[in-house]
């Protein structure tokens, strides 16, 4: 057995000292020992026993995990939980399998025997951390997440959720859709109201169903000079919610980070409980996102709650829904996106023609209709042509838009040239020619006077 450069210190030093090289104070400081240590070290020598190695070198520790935990860890690691990062796998090893070992333990075995990392780490930009907020309810993230949660064993789905930037914690509301959507953002609202309250602010992106980046405008919209809000922006604003738009995924960097953890632990407790649909994928996130909680989640900086009770009085379900302005027709029905809704006939017989009214479907698929707050008439989700979306608005595109607004310019009477007056043209006096000037102007006279003929 090779002996190690400490090893070979001290024999070193125990043979100058024997020798009489050295005293017993600095051979005991050279080792790093008490001179009464020293001198056990050198009777164990003259009796022949091991003094310069350790005597537990060789032996196994009493701790050392016996042979068939490490075969069943790594059967399990490369089997059943196979694409499990390490700490995820020994949270899953202890909560189901009832085996306890370390995550270093769990890595000193998988590399030896050929169980590469998940994922490999690299070298990370330098970037400046956003402080979080002091109170629960002060700023939430929300945001959608288009990925292959299922692993090809089902349809490719968006999960959109929101998450509190003071906690760390996951809102109620959070689902699978098969693509990022109005209502998906209306659903997770209306969660968050009911169970948790309203927050001050939302830091979201620029997702046409929350900000509005066409160029289509409505007439009432031209009337006013400002595009109306989305759907989504509309049950924001009537609840009062600042609104802050990033500019980049590195702005709402908490939020994607969460993307990261999730498709990591989520898609692979997916595959561990074999679920291949939308549906039971989203009968087994809530109780994920409970757990997710639990372990990531951390308490506010401040104790004091910034989120804000709803006013008495308040229907969620009117706020968090699609909603219309429409005009009723002759026959007392209003028409939104090819959708026709008969109004009923009141008491008294008054007819509703060419009121403008408001219409709005609500996130179970039921329609209301109100005239100056009050609801005139109620429809049942019934058909396909009532599914939950936003429909479309009466908009102008962008083509007529410019064209009239070059219409205009062209008949308004052109605007009148501003006339700078004339200058008149300044001559320089006599008297403000210099000396020098002078005399050459004489003297030039004098010349011309000179040349001139006789007769003259």
């Given amino acids: 057995m090779l002996m190690s450069e400490a090893q070979w210190t001290k024999k070193d030093v125990l043979k100058r000292y024997c020798a009489g090289a050295l005293t017993a104070a600095e051979a005991a400081t050279i080792l790093k020992r008490s001179e009464r240590q020293l001198r056990r070290m050198v009777a164990r020598q003259a009796a022949g026993q091991p003094c310069i190695v350790h005597g537990n070198t060789g032996r196994a520790p009493s701790n050392k995990a016996p042979a068939e935990l490490r075969t069943k860890v790594l059967e399990l690691l490369s089997g059943r939980y196979a694409g499990f990062n390490e700490t995820h796998f020994v949270e899953l090893l202890a909560e189901r399998e009832g085996i306890r070992v370390a995550k270093s333990t769990v890595q000193r075995w998988a590399r030896p025997a050929g169980i590469p990392a998940v994922k490999k780490r690299r070298s990370r930009r330098h ?8 109170r629960a309810g002060a700023l939430l993230l929300w945001d959608g997440s288009s990925h292959e949660w299922l692993e090809k064993r089902g349809p490719r789905m968006c999960l959109v959720a929101a ?22 953002y209306l659903r997770v609202l209306a969660a968050i109201v009911r169970e948790k309250g309203i927050p001050l602010r939302l830091y979201m992106d620029r997702h046409g169903s929350l900000k509005r980046n066409d160029d289509n405008w409505t007439l009432e919209e031209e009337l006013a000079g400002q595009q109306l809000p989305t759907q989504v922006g509309l049950a924001l604003a009537d609840l009062h919610i600042e609104v802050i738009y990033a500019l980049s995924p590195e702005a709402k960097g908490r939020i994607e980070r969460l993307w990261g953890t999730l498709q990591d632990r989520l898609v692979s407790e997916l595959r ?3 679920i291949c649909s939308l549906d039971a994928a989203n009968e087994f996130l809530p109780g994920f996102l409970r757990r997710h909680n639990k372990r990531f989640g951390i308490k506010a900086a401040e104790a004091q709650s910034a989120w804000r009770r709803p006013a008495p009085g308040l229907n969620v379900e009117d706020i968090c829904a699609f909603r219309y302005l429409a005009t009723v027709s002759n026959d007392n029905v209003v028409s939104i996106d090819g959708v026709k809704l008969q109004i009923p006939r009141p008491v008294g017989g008054r007819s509703f ?31 396909p042509a009532r599914e939950l979306r936003a429909r479309k608005r009466k908009s102008r595109p962008a083509a007529s838009r410019a064209f009239r607004e070059a219409v205009r310019a062209f008949d308004a009477p052109p605007a ?11 001559h320089r006096p006599y008297n403000f020619w210099t000396k020098q000037q002078k005399v050459a102007a004489a003297t030039k006279s004098k010349q011309l006077r000179a040349q001139r003929p006789p007769s003259w």
Avoid: Y
């Fill in 416 to 426: 009148k040239r501003a006339v700078r007056p004339k200058q008149r043209r300044l």
């Fill in 272 to 274: 561990l409980e074999g």
């Fill in 127 to 134: 970037r400046q951390r956003r402080v979080r907020e002091g």
């Fill in 163 to 184: 998450i509190d930037d003071a906690t760390g914690e996951v809102m109620p509301g959070g689902h699978f859709v098969s693509e990022e959507c109005a209502l998906a």
């Fill in 353 to 383: 023609a060419k009121a403008r009214v408001d219409v709005r479907q609500l996130l179970d698929g039921r329609w209301r209709i109100r005239l100056n707050d009050a609801v005139i008439a109620s429809f049942d989700a019934e058909g």
